[in-house]
C-alpha cells in the first residue's frame, strides 16, 4: 500500500537547509495498521504529510498504492487525497457554524459526487461512528470525543483505503480516547488501513505494529521488546 524509499526532507531556512528526515525506508502493507512514535521535533509530523501527500520529500521515491507519487502533478495529488486518504487531527478542524452533518459532507464536493447523495452518505457516515442523534448540532454542542466522531466520519466519507491520524486522542480524556481506539480498530477491521502518530504508548499499543522516529531517522522493532516505550 504504502512504500517509501531512502526518503529524505529538508527545510530551507535563509541559506541554509534544515535536514529533518534522513534515509526514511519503510513500507506499510494493505489493511495494516501502524503507529508511529517519537519526541516532539522528531520528524514524525513531516513524514505523516508526506504520507498523506501533502508534503514532498527532498530526495527517494514514494509509490501509494503502485502509484509513483512524486511524478504526479498538483491535481493528480489532490484527487488522490480525496479518493484514497482520510485525514484524522487532534483538534478536530471541525467548521464552526456548521452542523456536523455539513463538516462530513464536505469533501464530498471535492468528488464530484451528485449533490442529491451528499446527505444520506453523511447520514451514513455519522450513524456508522454512532452519532445518528447528533447530526444537526453544531461543533460547540459536541463533546470532544464527539466531535473527533464527526472528524472520523469526515475522514471516511470518501471510503478511503488508508486513514491517517495525528494524535486523535490527544484532546480527548481517557474514557473518550478509549472509545476513539475502539471505534479505529472497528474501521480497521473493515479493512481500512490506519497509520497514527501518537505521544502515547498506550494508544500506540492498538496498533498491529510501532515505528519510533528519534532524530529523522526509524528506529523499528516488535511492541513487546519495549522500543516504543
Known amino acids: 500500500m504504502i ?14 537547509p534544515i535536514p529533518i528526515l534522513h534515509d526514511i525506508s519503510l ?17 514524525k509530523s513531516t513524514l505523516m504529510n508526506i504520507i498523506g501527500c501533502l508534503d514532498t520529500p527532498t530526495n527517494g521515491e514514494y509509490k501509494l498504492d503502485g502509484i509513483d507519487i512524486l511524478s504526479q502533478s498538483e491535481n493528480n ?6 479518493k484514497k486518504i482520510g485525514f484524522v487531527f487532534q483538534n478536530f478542524e471541525l467548521l464552526k457554524a456548521q452542523s456536523a452533518l455539513s463538516n462530513v459532507m464536505l469533501p ?32 460547540t454542542q459536541l463533546s470532544g470525543g464527539q ?3 464527526v472528524a472520523i466520519a469526515r475522514a471516511i466519507i470518501n471510503k478511503p483505503s488508508i486513514l491517517l491520524a495525528d494524535e486523535p486522542t490527544g484532546a480527548l ?27 502515547d504508548s498506550n494508544v500506540a499499543s492498538n496498533a498491529d505494529r510501532i515505528i519510533r522516529i528519534v532524530d529523522g531517522r526509524i528506529h523499528e522493532g516488535k511492541k513487546e521488546d519495549g522500543l516504543y516505550v
Request: aromatic share 4%; proline share 3%.
Open 147 to 149: 466531535k473527533q466522531r
Open 27 to 43: 513500507t506499510v502493507k494493505d489493511n495494516e495498521y501502524l503507529s508511529i512514535m517519537g519526541p516532539s521535533g522528531s520528524g
Open 173 to 199: 480524556d481517557q474514557k473518550s480516547g478509549h472509545e476513539i481506539m475502539k471505534l479505529f480498530s472497528e474501521l480497521h477491521d473493515s479493512g481500512i488501513t490506519i497509520v497514527m502518530i501518537t505521544h
Open 3 to 16: 512504500e517509501l524509499t531512502h526518503i529524505d526532507k529538508s527545510y530551507q531556512v535563509d541559506t541554509e
Open 77 to 82: 495529488l489532490a484527487e488522490i487525497r480525496a
Open 108 to 139: 464530498l464536493s471535492y468528488t464530484h459526487v451528485p449533490r442529491g447523495e451528499r446527505k444520506a452518505l453523511a447520514e451514513e457516515a455519522l450513524e456508522r461512528v454512532g452519532l445518528k442523534d447528533r447530526m444537526n448540532h453544531l461543533p
